[in-house]
């Protein structure tokens, strides 16, 4: 096969484009250009695709004999992912942008310009496993190590998407990774993971989302009492579920902290509680991706709410774009705009944007 390997500039793309190539396929490195400052140098594990991280994917690619090349696309990046991320919170919700980037730049206009250009499929350094089903076709699971188990943000890849893909470190941990790189001789062996929002490489994201939607005074509301206790710059900058950061003279009342339960932009409002508000059993969802055939009637699944959350077991159904979960036990602090992901066993059913959630007794 001919295979783009994206390659990021960090450990495991690396060790995932000298896997496909050890495996016999026709490899080419790319290296997406994301950010429209990319010259900023990396100044810690925060943040990616500066100049030094191209350089770095540059330099594997010559030690693996394969070609390289750069592809601009951060004005769609900025336009897909930055913009629909300051959009989804100054409308209250609060978004994923692993998972918006993977749906609309990696497995989208990465992988749309790979197949134009006569390649076959994309292989990245994602830690999930592709297996074949008792169908024949392919699916989406958990990776070996749990605790890199990127699944969850591949939630939004549909059946065409996933026959195109290959993700090669599904089966080994981390640390097994970094000594494979160490072995061949990759001098990025020991670099550090970025983390956090990719593109706010300060990790400041209320910061970042004032300086481009500016401060706007409101109140902070005490659910109970409908009382206003006390001021926030601009409700886009708290999500439900969120503790720290209110703001408020004291953050507990009679011992019992306080929460963010509810976000109105609207109303430019911060409502706050105790935690008993934030226990839900009930989600709906709506822009529903499957990683295969949608399932059909009622079906058994475990919903996941957060890239490394808790799976909790659950009934789903779907009827079009939308789904219907009900949970077995109450989970906290779920908030629109999140992306709840659905498993059978550790096989990724598919997923959908959070439109409501409640508690249903």
Not at 94 to 112: Q, V, W
Not at 326 to 332: A, D, F, G, Q, V
Request: negative net charge; contains cysteine.
């Amino acid at each position: 096969m001919r295979v783009v390997a994206a390659m990021s500039g960090g450990v495991d793309s690396a060790v995932a484009a000298a896997r496909m190539l050890d495996a016999g396929h026709e490899v080419v490195g790319v290296h997406l250009a994301l950010s429209q400052s990319a010259a900023t140098l990396r100044e810690s594990a925060r943040g990616c695709c500066t100049i030094e991280d191209a350089g770095d994917a540059r330099r594997v690619a010559d030690m693996l004999g394969i070609p390289f090349y750069v592809w601009d696309m951060a004005a769609r990046f900025k336009r897909d992912v930055m913009e629909d991320f300051v959009a989804e919170y100054s409308a209250g919700r609060t978004p994923n942008p692993c998972l918006r980037c993977n749906e609309k730049i990696k497995f989208s206009a990465l992988l749309d310009k790979a197949v134009a250009l006569g390649f076959d499929a994309v292989a990245t350094g994602h830690y999930a496993q592709i297996r074949t089903g008792s169908d024949g076709g392919r699916e989406l699971h958990r990776a070996v190590d749990m605790d890199k188990d990127q699944s969850y943000v591949l939630g939004v890849l549909d059946a065409e998407q996933l026959s195109r893909a290959f993700f090669p470190l599904g089966d080994t941990t981390k640390p097994e990774i970094r000594a494979e790189a160490k072995d061949r001789g990759f001098y990025i062996a020991s670099k550090p993971d970025s983390h956090d929002i990719c593109f706010i490489a300060d990790g400041d994201t209320r910061g970042w989302l004032t300086s481009r939607l500016g401060e706007q005074a409101g109140d902070i509301v005490d659910a109970a009492s409908g009382e206003v206790v006390g001021a926030h710059a601009g409700s886009y900058g708290y999500t439900v579920g969120q503790r720290r950061g209110l703001g408020l003279p004291r953050s507990s009342q009679d011992g019992e902290p306080r929460y963010v339960v509810g976000v109105d932009a609207a109303t430019n409002t911060v409502t706050i509680g105790t935690s008993d508000l934030l226990g839900v059993n009930a989600i709906r969802g709506d822009h529903a991706r499957w990683c295969g055939a949608a399932p059909e009637g009622v079906v058994s699944v475990g919903a996941q709410v957060r890239a490394h959350g808790e799976e909790v077991p659950a009934q789903a159904w779907a009827s079009g774009d939308d789904v219907e979960v009900r949970l077995s036990t109450r989970m906290r602090g779920v908030a629109p705009g999140q992306s709840v992901v659905l498993y059978e066993g550790t096989r990724v059913v598919g997923s959908a944007t959070i439109a409501q959630s409640w508690l249903e007794r």
